[in-house]
C-alpha cells in the first residue's frame, strides 16, 4: 500500500501559535483515497531542518506533501529547499509572474518587488495553481517517489488540494485500500453512543467505527480496508446502515452535512423561511445559518437583542415579563421568538438567551443556563440548557448548534 | 542555545481524527522557559517509525518530549522503543505497581491484567508520577540528551508537565535565551509590511521578525535571542516601539490583543455603546463583538438583515434606495448604519452588505464587492472592499473584520 508523509514548514507551529491543522486535514483527505499517513515532520524555517526533513520522509513515503513557506517573504524557503534536495537549480518562469502580477493588477495594487520570488520553481518540476493567492504550488516527481508543495494557508492549501491533486488522485487504480466516511450527530454524549455502538467501537474491527468530539458534535469515522474500493464502500454502507438504525434521530447526515445545511435543507424542502433572535450567542446563529451559499432562499433575517431595552422595543418582548423573569428566561426566550414571526412574517424562528459567562451567573442562573426557543407557526416549545463548566465560546457554540439541532427536530428529521 | 524536539505517537495523530495539541501546547510551554522547539515528529504505533523519529530528534534537540504511547493495550510501544532507543532492557518496577493497583483500587476496579505493563521502564530511567492516570511518565538522559516521556491524554501530559517538569525547567539558570512576542496589523498585505519593515525580516537577524497570515489580520512574531530573558524583553521591546513607528495605525496591538478586543476597549474608554447592521455577514460581526467578556457594557445589539423587506421595514432603507442602487451599495450601507444608530440610539454603529458567494455576482457587482459603513455620532463614512476571489468563508471573515478594523481607526487607534 502507498503511503504518504507531510512535512508542515513554518515558525509559527513550533511557538505554540498556530496548529499545525494542514497535516490533520490533509491526512483525513488522502485517508478518502486509501493512502494513510505514516509521519508528520514539523519544522521551523530552517533550511536545512527543512533538506532533512524531506529526505526522512522520502524514505518512508511514496507522496510527500509540504505546506507551508511559499510566500513571498525571506523567511519562506520551500522553493530553494525543494531545489536543494532535489539536486537541481531554481528557475525563473515568466508565465508565474504573469498571473502573480494580474493578482495585484485587479486589486489595483503594483505588485511587489519581493513576490518576484514567487515565480521560482526547481528545475524539471510542475506548478500548482493557486487560484486564490500570489504562492503557485510545486509538484515533483524524484526517483519515483511525488512531491506536492503547497501554500501554509489553509484555504489555498485546501483550494489547490481539492482542484488540482484530488482529481489526480482519484485516478490512480489498484492496490489495497483503507477508506473512512462519517455519520454526523448531535445530541447525545460521546459515551452515550459508545455504550448502544458497542462492538463496533473495539479495536481491531473492520469497519471500525471511532469517534471525534467538537463540543456536542459527534462525528462517528467508519473506516473499512479491503481489495478494491468497491468492497470497502459496500462494508461502509453497510455499517451506516446499522448506525442509523441504532442511533435514530441523532444521526443528522451520513453525507458530511453540516447542521446548518441539514436544517437548510429541510426548510426547503418544506418551503418555509426562518428568523433569528438571539442574545447570548450575538449573532453567532446568524452566521452558522449563512455559512451555506444560498442561505438567502429561506432566512429571512434576525435581530441581536444583547440589550434589555431592544428585546422590548425591537422584539415587543413585555418590560413585566423581563423584570418579573429576567432576560435569561424560558419566557423570554419564548416571547423573542414570537416577536421574530411577527415581525418578520417568517414561518418559523429560533430564539436563545442565556450567561455565557465567564462573568454574570448566580446560584439561581449559574454561567451556562441557556434558553432556546422554537416557534414553527403557532406552535412554541422553548428548552433549557445547562452547558456548564465550558468556556465562553463553547458555551456559545453549543447553545448556537443546539438550536439548530431542535429546530432539525421539530421539523421532522 | 539549548533546543526541544517533540515526539508525538498515535495512529489516532495520522488519520484525519485528533488535532496533535499536545505539540502546539508543549512548544508554546516551552518557549516561556527560552527554550524554542526545532521539530515535531508525528508517528503512528509502529515501532522502527517511533525509534527513527527518536533518533532524528536527538540529532537537533537538547530536550526530547514524547508524547503517546504509555497506555495498557497492544499498540502502546514508548516503552519498549525508548528501551530499545536507548540500548537497554525494560524493568519491572514493583511500586509502579502498587501506584497503578492503588489507583484501580480507589475506584473499586480489580486491576485488568494488561495495565501491568505500565509498570516497566527502561532501565536506568526515571520514573515521572502521573497523579491522574494509570500510565507513569518516563525520564531518561543519554548523551547529553533528556528525554521525557508523557501520556498523550492532554490532561495527563499537562498536569504531568506543570507538577513534575516545569519546576525542574524553572530551576535551569543561565544559558542563552529565545523569546517570542506579537505585534497584531490589519489593513496591509503580507507584502507590504515586508517591504516597510524591510530587513528587520531578513533572515539571520536578531531580533528576528517573521510574519504569519490568517485572513487579513497578519501577526508579526519577533524573536529575540539573548544571554538571559531581561535583554531579551529589552531587545523586543525596542523592535517592537520601532515596528509601530514604521507600521503606524496599521498595528491594532502589541499586546496580543484581538480586533474586537481592541475595539472594545476603545468603546470602553471613550463611553460610546455601539450597533450593528448586517447583511452578508449574516451576524458575525456580532459574534465577534460578544466573543469578548463583558461587551455588553458597550454592544447595543443589531439586526441580520439579510432580505431587503427587513432592511426598509426595520432599519428604515428607503426602498427607492434599494430599487435604485441595489442592497449592495453605498447608498443602502449607509443608510444601514444610520438606521442602526436611529433605532438603538447608539453612538456609533458599523453596517455591511456584500457578495459573497459563491452565487449572486455580476459584471458590475461581483462576488467579493462590499460595502462597510460607519457611523459615528452625525459622521457617516462608507468603503468600497473588492475582496474577490476569496471562498465565501473568507469573504465574510474579511469583511468582517475589516468593518471592525475601520471602526477601530475612526475611533482614533
Same mark, same amino acid.
Given at each position: 500500500?502507498?503511503?504518504?508523509c507531510?512535512v ?17 486535514? /490533509?491526512?483525513?483527505? /488522502? ?18 531542518? +527543512? ?6 520522509a522520502a524514505?518512508?513515503g511514496?507522496f510527500i506533501f509540504i505546506? &507551508?513557506?511559499?510566500? @513571498? ?38 505588485? *511587489?518587488? +519581493?513576490?518576484?520570488?514567487? =515565480? ?15 504562492? *503557485? ?8 517517489k511525488?512531491y ?5 494557508? !489553509? ?33 447525545? &454524549? ?16 473492520? @469497519? ?28 461502509? =454502507? ?7 438504525? +441504532? ?110 459567562? !465567564? ?6 442562573? @449559574? ?21 456548564? @463548566? ?8 453549543? =447553545? ?14
Amino acid at each position: 500500500m502507498k503511503r504518504a508523509c507531510i512535512v508542515s514548514i513554518g515558525n509559527e507551529l513550533l511557538n505554540g501559535r498556530t496548529v499545525d491543522t494542514n497535516a490533520h486535514w /490533509l491526512s483525513g483527505q /488522502l485517508l478518502t483515497f486509501g493512502i494513510p499517513t505514516c509521519g508528520v515532520w514539523v519544522v521551523g524555517d530552517e533550511m536545512d531542518r +527543512i533538506v532533512s526533513s524531506l529526505t526522512e520522509a522520502a524514505k518512508v513515503g511514496d507522496f510527500i506533501f509540504i505546506t &507551508g513557506g511559499l510566500g @513571498p517573504t525571506d523567511d519562506d524557503l520551500t522553493r530553494q529547499a525543494m531545489a536543494d534536495f532535489l539536486g537541481v537549480e531554481l528557475e525563473f518562469r515568466q508565465e508565474l509572474l504573469d498571473i502573480i502580477e494580474a493578482f495585484f493588477t485587479s486589486r489595483k495594487i503594483v505588485t *511587489p518587488s +519581493i513576490n518576484r520570488m514567487q =515565480a521560482m520553481i526547481p528545475k524539471g518540476a510542475n506548478v500548482i495553481d493557486n487560484p486564490i493567492g500570489t504562492a *503557485p504550488g510545486i509538484y515533483a516527481v524524484a526517483a519515483g517517489k511525488e512531491y506536492f508543495c503547497l501554500p501554509g494557508v !489553509p484555504v489555498e492549501m485546501r483550494r489547490m488540494f481539492d482542484d488540482m491533486i484530488r482529481p489526480r488522485l482519484k485516478n490512480r487504480q489498484g492496490g489495497p485500500v483503507s477508506l473512512t466516511e462519517r455519520v454526523s450527530c448531535y445530541g447525545a &454524549g460521546e459515551s452515550i453512543i459508545a455504550q448502544q455502538l458497542g462492538d463496533m467501537m473495539k479495536r481491531g474491527r473492520n @469497519p471500525l467505527v471511532n469517534c471525534t468530539v467538537n463540543g456536542g458534535d459527534i462525528t462517528l469515522h467508519i473506516v473499512a480496508e479491503a481489495a478494491d474500493f468497491e468492497t470497502a464502500r459496500q462494508m461502509i =454502507a453497510e455499517r451506516k446502515r446499522q448506525i442509523v438504525g +441504532i442511533l435514530g434521530s441523532i444521526v443528522y447526515s451520513t453525507e458530511d452535512k453540516t447542521l446548518p445545511e441539514v436544517v437548510g435543507q429541510l426548510l426547503r424542502q418544506k418551503k418555509m423561511t426562518l428568523a433569528t433572535a438571539e442574545s447570548c450567542t450575538g449573532g453567532l446563529v446568524g452566521k452558522l445559518i449563512t455559512d451555506v451559499p444560498g442561505s438567502s432562499g429561506y432566512y429571512r433575517g434576525g435581530w441581536v437583542t444583547y440589550s434589555n431595552e431592544l428585546k422590548n422595543r425591537e422584539l415587543g418582548v413585555p418590560e413585566e415579563r423581563l423584570k418579573k423573569y429576567g432576560a435569561v428566561s424560558e419566557q423570554v426566550a419564548g416571547a423573542m421568538a414570537q416577536g421574530a414571526v411577527r415581525r418578520t412574517g417568517a414561518d418559523a424562528a429560533i430564539a436563545i438567551t442565556g450567561i455565557a459567562g !465567564p462573568d454574570g451567573g448566580t446560584e439561581q442562573k @449559574p454561567v451556562g443556563l441557556v434558553y432556546i426557543a422554537v416557534q414553527i407557526g403557532k406552535n412554541l416549545e422553548v428548552r433549557e440548557f445547562r452547558f456548564a @463548566p465550558l468556556s465562553r465560546e463553547m458555551i456559545r457554540q453549543r =447553545a448556537a448548534l443546539s438550536a439548530l439541532n431542535l429546530l432539525r427536530l421539530k421539523l421532522g428529521v
